[in-house]
């Protein structure tokens, strides 16, 4: 309960932004995540029922290049965008109001500046709203979401935002709660106590540096009878103490007093380090930092750190990071297809009934030598041939041109059964000397 009263509402909200803005660690998982789906081939793909005769319409595509059009043309870069979306990770949830333009082309008017002069609607942008000036959600009887509340920093007025002008991105949508869940919620009690105890550890590497300071002063000077005046040297002294630093204003002024016996009434020690501490801070940080990035699978970034951990268990754990990213890209491209596009689409008078798809890139790490290997055995087996598709997408995953080829041969050597049928069908005889068009005998070098 302790925990759980502290990420509620506004508290949780600056408490997250606390963890996500200080934490090297969860910091480094963010970014990752963040570059990640940013550098993804995001791009519009035509409507398709994916049956054997879907085929895409010239309409289809029409209707694809536009949105794609329309995602490329807003005042914010769609990378800036995601990233404004991919708040969601941290607070849970990530609201966005949509505000349109007509495409006017290249105007003073903001309301109407694009690339594109067809008087169409579009995008101008998907600002997101704060989650930190949320003031409370409008809720329906039936439990649907209708709208959020905002408070606005500049007035302390509100505003309503409907759900029909915004985008809700959420990391859950589990009992239908407008807030998520973040995925900084299980991380939050090793990073509460990780950083207590880096607090504690800076604390105690400044008092070995500086030694325990130590005051003596009469004891009637700290007795409840003490004088207005004994009593503003002792709150002094108290203050002295707690605030001695190495650095360059160190330095203490004491009074010379001594009593009868001719002993000090005041006086200021510096007590040196005891030795080192009985626990080892670096070894309970480092467990909390290894929990931390456990959960939201990303402690292979902590590979190498401490001279343990091999290439293939770091691999197979990317592997599980990378299908936990890919999640999140397709929440994100859920929300687009199933709201964002349709309302664009009706605003325009086009067909919602077969709306184009935003969709994206490969996620997962591609391992060529891995893929060389299985389609070489495969091959070496018999089980599969070389083809056009085939040679395609290969190349396409290792990022190489598109080939040049006849659709049969493709720039490989025939397959023995294609070398026979090749002579079966009339061509050169095993044995049989070759000639050029001319009847005559090749020159040397001619052919190969």
């Given at each position: 309960m302790l925990f759980r009263s502290n990420l509620r509402g506004i508290r949780g909200a600056k408490v997250y932004r606390e963890m996500r803005d200080n934490d090297p660690t969860i910091g480094s998982m963010l970014f990752a995540i963040e570059k990640v789906i940013t550098r993804l081939e995001w791009r519009v793909d035509p409507y398709s029922d994916n049956s054997a005769d879907g085929d895409i319409t010239p309409e289809d595509k029409e209707a694809a290049d536009f949105i794609e059009s329309c995602i490329n043309d807003m005042s914010d870069s769609w990378d800036a965008t995601l990233s404004s979306i991919l708040s969601m990770l941290?607070?849970?949830?990530?609201?966005?109001?949509?505000?349109?333009?007509?495409?006017?082309?290249?105007?003073?008017?903001?309301?109407?500046?694009?690339?594109?002069?067809?008087?169409?609607?579009?995008?101008?942008?998907?600002?997101?709203?704060?989650?930190?000036?949320?003031?409370?959600?409008?809720?329906?009887?039936?439990?649907?979401?209708?709208?959020?509340?905002?408070?606005?920093?500049?007035?302390?007025?509100?505003?309503?935002?409907?759900?029909?002008?915004?985008?809700?991105?959420?990391?859950?949508?589990?009992?239908?709660?407008?807030?998520?869940?973040?995925?900084?919620?299980?991380?939050?009690?090793?990073?509460?106590?990780?950083?207590?105890?880096?607090?504690?550890?800076?604390?105690?590497?400044?008092?070995?540096?500086a030694g325990l300071p130590v005051a003596y002063l009469p004891p009637e000077f700290m007795s409840s009878g003490a004088t207005p005046e004994q009593a503003a040297v002792f709150a002094s002294i108290q203050n002295i103490v707690t605030s001695i630093k190495r650095n360059e204003q160190e330095g203490i002024v004491m009074p010379a007093m001594y009593d009868e016996a001719g002993h000090k009434m005041f006086d200021l020690q510096l007590l040196s380090s005891g030795g080192s501490r009985q626990f080892d801070t670096d070894k309970v940080i480092s467990r909390y930092d290894q929990r931390i990035s456990m959960s939201v699978l990303s402690d292979f970034i902590l590979l190498g750190h401490d001279r343990v951990g091999s290439y293939s268990l770091g691999t197979s754990k990317m592997d599980l990071w990378s299908m936990a990213v890919d999640s999140i890209a397709k929440n994100i491209a859920e929300v687009m297809n199933q709201y964002a596009i349709p309302r664009l689409m009706k605003l325009n008078g086009m067909d919602t009934s077969r709306p184009p798809i935003l969709t994206y890139g490969e996620v997962s790490h591609i391992d060529l030598t891995e893929i060389s290997d299985f389609v070489s055995k495969l091959a070496q087996a018999?089980?599969?041939?070389?083809?056009?598709?085939?040679?395609?997408?290969?190349?396409?995953?290792?990022?190489l041109p598109p080939a040049e080829h006849d659709g049969q041969n493709f720039g490989m050597p025939p397959m023995p059964n294609q070398q026979q049928d090749t002579q079966a069908q009339g061509g050169v005889e095993p044995g049989e000397e070759l000639k050029v068009a001319d009847g005559t005998e090749p020159l040397d070098g001619d052919l190969e």
């Open positions: 941290v607070f849970g949830y990530s609201y966005h109001e949509i505000v349109y333009k007509v495409r006017g082309g290249d105007v003073d008017d903001p309301k109407k500046r694009s690339k594109h002069s067809d008087g169409k609607i579009g995008w101008r942008k998907m600002p997101i709203r704060a989650q930190e000036t949320l003031f409370r959600w409008e809720l329906s009887e039936d439990g649907g979401i209708e709208s959020m509340w905002q408070v606005d920093p500049a007035t302390g007025g509100t505003h309503i935002i409907p759900i029909e002008k915004a985008l809700l991105f959420r990391t859950t949508v589990n009992k239908n709660n407008p807030e998520g869940r973040s995925i900084l919620r299980n991380a939050y009690r090793p990073w509460y106590f990780k950083k207590r105890i880096e607090e504690l550890e800076a604390i105690g590497i400044e008092r070995d540096l018999g089980v599969l041939m070389p083809d056009p598709k085939l040679e395609d997408y290969l190349r396409d995953l290792a990022g």
